[in-house]
């Protein structure tokens, strides 16, 4: 384990990302192909920016990459790279969903890396872990556009089939992940929605959002 994240870390710092998290993205990018050249991206717990970097640089100077985390951030624009707007603020708020829709209506990709801050207690820590991940999947069916995708991390444990047959039934395909970055002892996964079909109300598929890609 300890060799693993010392590759990471000293690779992230090579490539100039905050964070080894971006080998996380990274990995279930080159294998699914979800940013796109041109995307609007949603990064929702983006501190300390490694996804929003990776992001901007897969989606270009066309595209455009919305942080959203509690703690402090900034606006970065760089050559080659699509233009990263932050915002600081709590996404349980209307205030803060309201402030993501002043800079885009929808987003082809949201993305959550949130994990609560521990306390060792296994359940307790899977439990705020789902009850952020079930947020973030709120905001991504408030926010995807059609054929949109979602992917965010949960812990594993109690509840966390449920929390994926719930993501499974918006999207034309679900499946979960587990990056070779992560640590070995990390009970962090990845559930990937591809597709975003819509809504499921009383059996009816309701669209939120038209935009194609």
Same mark, same amino acid.
């Given at each position: 384990m300890k060799e693993v994240q010392d590759y990471y870390f000293k690779k992230a710092q090579k490539e100039g990302y905050p964070a080894r998290s971006v080998y996380k993205l990274e990995e279930a990018n080159l294998k699914h192909g979800? %940013?796109?050249? /041109?995307?609007?991206?949603?990064?929702?717990?983006c501190y300390p920016g490694s996804w929003s970097l990776y992001s901007a640089k897969m989606v270009g100077p066309q595209? %455009?990459?919305? /942080?959203?985390?509690?703690?402090?951030?900034?606006?970065?624009?760089?050559?080659?790279?699509a233009r990263i707007e932050f915002i600081r603020g709590d996404i349980m708020t209307d205030e803060t969903s309201a402030a993501i829709t002043a800079f885009a209506a929808d987003f082809h990709v949201v993305l959550s890396d949130m994990a609560p801050q521990t306390t060792g207690n296994k359940w307790s820590d899977q439990q705020k872990s789902l009850e952020l991940s079930r947020r973030a999947f709120d905001l991504a069916r408030k926010f995807l556009a059609k054929d949109g995708v979602f992917y965010c991390k949960v812990f594993d444990g109690e509840d966390c089939?449920?929390?994926?047959?719930?993501v499974r039934r918006c999207f034309q395909k679900a499946k979960i992940v587990k990056p070779k970055s992560s640590r070995q002892e990390s009970r962090e996964i990845f559930v990937l929605g591809m597709g975003y079909k819509g809504n499921l109300i009383g059996g009816t598929q309701v669209v939120d959002k038209s935009n194609d890609r």
């Amino acid at each position: 384990m300890k060799e693993v994240q010392d590759y990471y870390f000293k690779k992230a710092q090579k490539e100039g990302y905050p964070a080894r998290s971006v080998y996380k993205l990274e990995e279930a990018n080159l294998k699914h192909g979800f %940013l796109n050249r /041109g995307g609007r991206v949603l990064d929702i717990g983006c501190y300390p920016g490694s996804w929003s970097l990776y992001s901007a640089k897969m989606v270009g100077p066309q595209g %455009l990459v919305i /942080g959203v985390d509690l703690q402090n951030g900034k606006r970065r624009v760089e050559d080659g790279k699509a233009r990263i707007e932050f915002i600081r603020g709590d996404i349980m708020t209307d205030e803060t969903s309201a402030a993501i829709t002043a800079f885009a209506a929808d987003f082809h990709v949201v993305l959550s890396d949130m994990a609560p801050q521990t306390t060792g207690n296994k359940w307790s820590d899977q439990q705020k872990s789902l009850e952020l991940s079930r947020r973030a999947f709120d905001l991504a069916r408030k926010f995807l556009a059609k054929d949109g995708v979602f992917y965010c991390k949960v812990f594993d444990g109690e509840d966390c089939k449920e929390f994926f047959d719930e993501v499974r039934r918006c999207f034309q395909k679900a499946k979960i992940v587990k990056p070779k970055s992560s640590r070995q002892e990390s009970r962090e996964i990845f559930v990937l929605g591809m597709g975003y079909k819509g809504n499921l109300i009383g059996g009816t598929q309701v669209v939120d959002k038209s935009n194609d890609r």
